[in-house]
């Protein structure tokens, strides 16, 4: 394939629908709106084109694995296993929501999920344990701030003294919040650059 | 014409991008690459990969169980800038052949992810570096129980993640259980704090974006931080005035915002 062909003109379709996308988000003009609107629903198709090929190269790459015994090949029959296993089960249900692949979700995948999810309640003790080693200035002033926090919401703190709740959640609406949006603002600056260089063609390292 | 309340938030757009744009090019001609503070988190980089060799354990990549084929604006700028660490890792590790595992939860990921890695190790002079690329699942717990699994079994010496969903604090947390040396970022502001409790090194908000300009190979993309960089002084300039002029009662600044 020429290099017009596979850089230059997938560059030219990113920049003035890119551009036209972003025009029409700020200057609603009905008839082009309806344009946009189709064009965005696009994204979704070949949204589920790309699944589709990275699930065909995901299955190469598995194969390989497994006919090289490479690392971990085990894993990798697991993974024709269960997915040619649902595949299966999904078409001889006839659909999603009918029967043996629900009772399949139901019993399996949904309790499995939650006990995945419950782990995260651990995680947070573990993480907060770390945070309340005194290591710096800046962490014990963190370890302040916590404490405080933490007498606002519990029954406790505002039973012990008045105080704590407006200390409490003038943290977490003054300081907190404001260090949050402003972090917010300038990811969000940098994201509009990110991709205005992109849409306009100065970085093509996406080709 | 302009839908209600944009206006700002379009002359904002043409502001940023004008300004970006003009130190792109301004660059590109004088050629000379620009003082960009340097991020500790980046810095570390070759001290992730060297730990690993000198341990002879591999390194956990954590991908991310969201990626290229998603909508979310903030989660793509995240993935694309941690392929391109993916890259500059695998260009560390590959002299010393250390094992990199890459894990994601989105089959769109891996093409891209490997065809990087390939351009790194052809880079270092290791085009016969082994990859180790390995999808998990797009559900966020499957994902968390996957890494959890490789990262405890695999006993990682180091792992670097971008990530913003929910598999954030499981992967900090996981890593940090097996000792791993940990650098990690997110552009999602509330998970922010599971990588300051967790990581050695992190990176917040706008330095993940930062890190497609600072590991590229053309000078003239780190334009778009001194872009930024213009843009944040006008910010603070707003802000302050705003500020000023909302104490003393005028609301001209807040109006013209909100147009």
Known sequence: MSIIRRKTIPMVLLTVLGLFTVFVYYVPIPSLVTVSNSLQMWVTVIVGFAIFLGAISLSIKEYTNVRKRGIAWSSSVWFFIILIGTIVLYLVSGGSGKEPYVTWFNALASPTDAAIWSTLALMIFAALFRVFRVRSWESTLLIGSMIIVLLTNATVGEATWSGFPQIGNWLLQVPSLGASRGAGILEQTALIILGMRIILGYDKRVM | ?259
């Open chain 2, 1 to 259: 014409m302009i839908k209600q309340g944009q206006t700002f938030n379009l002359l904002l757009v043409i502001f940023a991008t004008v300004v970006a744009i003009y130190f792109i090019t301004t660059i590109k001609k004088t050629g000379k690459r620009p003082y960009i503070r340097p991020i500790p988190a980046v810095q570390a980089l070759p001290e992730l990969v060297g730990r690993a060799a000198e341990m002879g354990r591999p390194i956990h990549f954590a991908g991310g169980q969201g990626g290229l084929s998603s909508t979310w604006s903030s989660g793509i700028a995240s993935i694309m800038n941690s392929l391109l660490v993916y890259g500059e890792i695998v260009r560390l590790a590959a002299p010393t052949n250390t094992r990199v595992i890459y894990t994601t939860g989105d089959t769109a990921n891996l093409p891209v992810a490997e065809d990087i890695g390939l351009a790194a190790a052809v880079k270092a002079g290791h085009p016969e570096y082994k990859q180790d690329l390995r999808f998990i699942s797009s559900n966020p717990r499957s994902y968390m129980s996957g890494i959890m699994g490789i990262v405890a079994r695999e006993k990682v010496a180091s792992q670097f993640s971008l990530l913003g969903g929910e598999e954030t604090l499981t992967a900090v947390y996981i890593a940090a259980q097996v000792g791993a040396m940990q650098i990690g970022g997110t552009t999602f502001i509330p998970n922010a704090s599971w990588y300051v409790t967790g990581s050695d090194y992190f990176l917040i908000g706008e330095e993940c974006v930062a890190l497609s300009a600072i590991f590229g190979e053309d000078p003239s993309m780190t334009g778009c931080i001194m872009g930024e960089d213009i843009v944040k002084i006008f910010y603070i300039i707003l802000i302050s005035l705003s500020a000023i002029a909302i104490t003393a009662g005028n609301k001209a600044i807040i109006n013209f915002l909100t147009m």
